[in-house]
Nanobody, 117 residues
Framework: QVQLVESGGGLVQPGGSLRLSCAAS????????MGWYRQAPGKQRELVAVITNTGSTNYGDSVKGRFTISRDNAKNMVYLQMNILKPEDTAVYSCNARRNGVGIVYWGQGTQVPVSS
């Protein structure tokens, strides 16, 4: 299987920045798409950003222009740079990975990002 471990979460003030990291390990064959999702209190989980093994990206509408996803394939790492953070960005952020062709998705345990003054 695949193990995903997030790090970098923590309290940040509105307007501030934070970078999240996701380390992937295990059986990584056919893991072509990885991403970040978030779930705010009382709300459904939503897409933040996804990235393919070739570097193509897609972002949720609420974070476009503020967040940037990147990956280092050699290190099996995925990153999320979050800028100009807003209180509505407060959520548990989770890393995920999809194994191409078999419909299997893996999830990390999540890291909390409270945005508050």
């Amino acid at each position: 299987q695949v193990q995903l471990v997030e790090s970098g979460g923590g309290l940040v003030q509105p307007g501030g920045s934070l970078r999240l990291s996701c380390a992937a390990s295990g059986r990584l064959f056919s893991i072509y798409v990885m991403g970040w999702y978030r779930q705010a209190p009382g709300k459904q989980r939503e897409l933040v950003a996804v990235i393919t093994n070739t570097g193509s990206t897609n972002y949720g509408d609420s974070v476009k222009g503020r967040f940037t996803i990147s990956r280092d394939n050699a290190k099996n790492m995925v990153y999320l740079q979050m800028n100009i953070l807003k209180p509505e960005d407060t959520a548990v952020y989770s890393c995920n990975a999809r194994r191409n062709g078999v419909g299997i998705v893996y999830w990390g345990q999540g890291t909390q990002v409270p945005v508050s003054s």
